[in-house]
């Protein structure tokens, strides 16, 4: 008779340490999803400093260009080409330009969010993140 009633606080430990075990593996998706959108975010930056490197690289060699066809006395037609060809890159160098800064906005917002929220779970003790992450989970 003993060993029929052992088995409630047996199952009811198991369900606590299941509980636990989801409460931390829960806590640690809701940690990587902020970070995941900070990384995501700087490297939409670092790809598009690249792009703008890249374009203003053949802004410099298309400029180069029509420099070095004007002194060897090229036909008209070539230096308007190489003209053309240079103010497309100019074109688009500046457009490379504003996508670099709206990324590097982005960037800027998610790590700012990111180490805002983890600086408030840091500074609170471990009562009142207690508290606050039980309300979370159940809407209180």
Same mark, same amino acid.
């Given at each position: 008779?003993?060993?029929?009633?052992?088995? =409630?606080?047996?199952?009811? #430990?198991? &369900?606590?340490?299941?509980?636990?075990?989801?409460?931390?593996? *829960?806590? +640690? %998706?809701? $940690?990587?999803?902020?970070?995941?959108?900070?990384?995501?975010?700087?490297?939409?930056?670092?790809?598009?400093?690249?792009?703008?490197y890249l374009a203003r690289v053949r802004c410099v060699r298309a400029r180069d260009?029509?420099?070095? =066809?004007?002194?060897?006395? #090229?036909? &008209?037609?070539?230096i308007l080409q190489a003209r053309a060809?240079? *103010?497309? +890159? %100019?074109? $688009?160098?500046?457009?490379?330009?504003?996508?670099?800064?709206?990324?590097?906005?982005?960037?800027?917002?998610?790590?700012?969010?990111?180490?805002?929220?983890?600086?408030?779970?840091?500074?609170?003790?471990?009562?009142?993140? =207690?508290?606050?992450?039980?309300?979370?989970?159940?809407?209180?």
């Open positions: 008779m003993r060993k029929k009633w052992l088995i =409630l606080p047996l199952g009811a #430990a198991l &369900a606590v340490v299941v509980f636990l075990a989801w409460c931390v593996a *829960e806590d +640690a %998706r809701q $940690e990587a999803i902020p970070r995941a959108r900070v990384l995501a975010a700087h490297d939409r930056w670092n790809r598009a400093v690249y792009r703008f260009r029509v420099d070095q =066809l004007t002194q060897d006395g #090229a036909p &008209a037609d070539d060809d240079f *103010e497309a +890159a %100019r074109r $688009e160098a500046e457009t490379t330009g504003r996508e670099c800064g709206a990324a590097e906005g982005e960037f800027s917002v998610a790590s700012k969010e990111y180490l805002r929220a983890y600086f408030q779970r840091q500074e609170a003790s471990w009562p009142v993140r =207690l508290r606050q992450e039980v309300r979370r989970r159940t809407g209180w």
